[in-house]
Each structure stands twice: as structure tokens, then as C-alpha cells.
């Protein structure tokens, strides 16, 4: 998969981060799944977290955006400490969640689905903005949600969190399952939001989706972040990420 031509980070001036995350820890009840996981994500910067499963990277957006109770640490957005706030008002800073299950609604209609949501955060895109940039989806307004193919369900949930308003874009494992041709699609995308201004953060496994994509990635293992760089160094890191990913 080509790398986009989206300039990367080592081109541009780096402007202040959109999330800063600190010493992060989290449970699920006595579990303690996250051991001081410290990350950053700058303004219009692509960011992916690699990892075997089980290695924490799910659990660490959901702590990130609230949805796991009990963390400590520091989360902030803008500037500002979410670390206490409830899930919800995480949300309306711009956040958006993307889960792997896509959480469409099966009985609705593709257009249903998108005017469903609440604004979250204002200047979400429009519906004719959302069509423009998702063709398919445009093609299959009136399609219910169980005749959507996965890639044009994963559409639909990327879609949705832009028309609530989310500028920073939580993508948990947006290619799973997907033929070879919609994974290049989604790359696309990606890229095409990231020239939007769009901050991203996505959790993968398909290495070559995430160094196509990401300006910077992160590996994970054992509810550590154990190593970061960017996509310019990313060949030097070819050797470590075969050993922590198994690939």
C-alpha cells in the first residue's frame, strides 16, 4: 500500500497537542489492564498504536474517552483535564469513537443512520459533505444497515462521528475484516481527512494499513507503550516491530 502524500510531521512545524495522555492506568474491575501508558497526538497528525491482542490498545481509547471508569493519570484535550469527567462531556470536547463492532443500526437505512446522532461539537459536515466524500454511501442512502457491505459499514461509522461534530477521530481497528480493495479505500479516507485538518488516532494490526498512514506509531505490548517513532524511521524499526507484533 503506497504511503500517502500527505506531508508528515519531520516536513512541517509541529503545532500543540490535541490529546496529551500521562501516566495513564486503567482497571476493569480488579484487572489492572493499563500500566502508565503516556502518549501524544498533534493537531491534523495521524497517530496508530500497534499491538497483539490483549496488548491494551482497545482499552487504551475507551480510557481515554471515559468509557472505562476506573483510571488514573492524566488525559488532556486542549489543554484540559478530562482524567475525572464522564464520557459524555468527553465527547462534546470533539472526541469520537469508531469501535471495531461499527455499532450500526441494522433495521435503519444508511441516510437513517447518519441523521440519528446527536451534534456533539459544532461544524460537523453536512449530509451532502458526507456524500461527496463517501460515494458509496450516497449510492446506498436507502439501503438498511444489514445490506451494507463491511467497508461501506465502516464508512457509515466514520461518517457518522463527522457529522456530530468529531474533529479528533478514535478508530479501533477500521480494517478489520476488510477486502484488500476497501482497506486501500480507507486509507484513502484517512489521508483525505487528514488534509481536512482531522486528528486521528487508530488502533491496528494491519501493519501495512498503519505505516501507509500514520505519521507516527506507537507499539504496545503488556499495557505499555514500550516504543514510538516516526514514519520516516520506520524502516529502522522493521526488525523490533517483527519481534513485538509477530509478523
Request: proline share 6%; aromatic share 4%; hydrophobic share 40%.
Amino acid at each position: 500500500m503506497p504511503k500517502s502524500a500527505v506531508p508528515t510531521w519531520g516536513e512541517r512545524p509541529m503545532p500543540d497537542p490535541v490529546l496529551s495522555v500521562t501516566d495513564l492506568h486503567a482497571w476493569y474491575g480488579e484487572s489492572h489492564v493499563l500500566h502508565g501508558v503516556t502518549l501524544d497526538l498533534k493537531e491534523g497528525e495521524t497517530l496508530a498504536i500497534l499491538g497483539r491482542n490483549g496488548a491494551g490498545k482497545t482499552s487504551t481509547l475507551r480510557a481515554i474517552m471515559g468509557v472505562i471508569p476506573r483510571r488514573s493519570g492524566s488525559v488532556k484535550i486542549h489543554g484540559r483535564e478530562t482524567i475525572r469527567q464522564k464520557s459524555h462531556a468527553i465527547a462534546r470536547l470533539g472526541l469520537a469513537y469508531v469501535p471495531e463492532e461499527r455499532g450500526i443500526f441494522a433495521s435503519l437505512t444508511a441516510q437513517e443512520n447518519l441523521l440519528l446522532p446527536p451534534v456533539i461539537s459544532p461544524g460537523g459536515l453536512a449530509i451532502e459533505e458526507i456524500y461527496e466524500l463517501f460515494p458509496n454511501l450516497a449510492e446506498r442512502r436507502n439501503s438498511p444497515g444489514t445490506r451494507l457491505s463491511g467497508g461501506e459499514q465502516q464508512m457509515l461509522a466514520i461518517a457518522r462521528v463527522l457529522r456530530a461534530g468529531g474533529r479528533t477521530i478514535f478508530l479501533d481497528e477500521p480494517t478489520e475484516g476488510l477486502a484488500p480493495v476497501i482497506v486501500e479505500r480507507i486509507a484513502e479516507v484517512v489521508a483525505m481527512l487528514k488534509t481536512r485538518g482531522y486528528s486521528m488516532l487508530l488502533v491496528e494490526q494491519n501493519l501495512a494499513f498503519a505505516q501507509a498512514v500514520a505519521d507516527r506509531t506507537c507499539v504496545m505490548e503488556h499495557g505499555h507503550i514500550i516504543e514510538t517513532f516516526t514514519a520516516a524511521d520506520a524502516d529502522s524499526h522493521a526488525a523490533s516491530l517483527q519481534n513485538h507484533l509477530g509478523v
